[in-house]
């Protein structure tokens, strides 16, 4: 049973930059496709980013693409997004979540077996 950690989140002004960090334990990261969700409040979970196992493939939500970037460090088992030019609507819970059933970077939260507990990142303006 593979279980996730989020950290990294926090309250930051637009522009600003923030770096979350997933943590996995319980499983060989490198087994697992990641992504990246957020879900702000009243709206549905949404897609932000999402990387293969060996990393070598990503694919983001278009209105992230070239501010965020997603990144894997197997050997130290762990997910990183890296946020900048955050704006207001950027605010959320930031989710990670694995995949053992594909290889590639997979957009849907459906194919996702494991989630961590989520980091709340505030941007004000």
């Known amino acids: 049973q593979v279980q996730l950690a989020e950290s990294g989140g926090g309250l930051v002004q637009a522009g600003d930059s923030l770096r979350l960090s997933c943590a996995a334990s319980g499983g060989t990261l490198s087994d697992f496709a990641m992504g990246w969700f957020r879900q702000a409040p009243g709206k549905q979970r949404q897609f932000v980013a999402a990387i293969s196992s060996g990393g070598g493939s990503t694919f983001y939500l278009e209105s992230v693409e070239g501010r965020f970037t997603i990144s894997r460090d197997n050997a130290r088992n762990r997910v990183y997004l890296q946020m900048s030019g955050l704006r207001p609507e950027d605010t959320a819970v930031y989710y990670c979540?694995?995949?053992?059933?594909?290889?590639?970077?997979?957009?849907?939260?459906?194919?996702?077996?494991?989630w961590g507990q989520g980091t709340q990142v505030t941007v004000s303006s």
């Open positions: 979540a694995a995949d053992s059933k594909v290889s590639g970077p997979a957009p849907v939260a459906s194919e996702y077996e494991y």
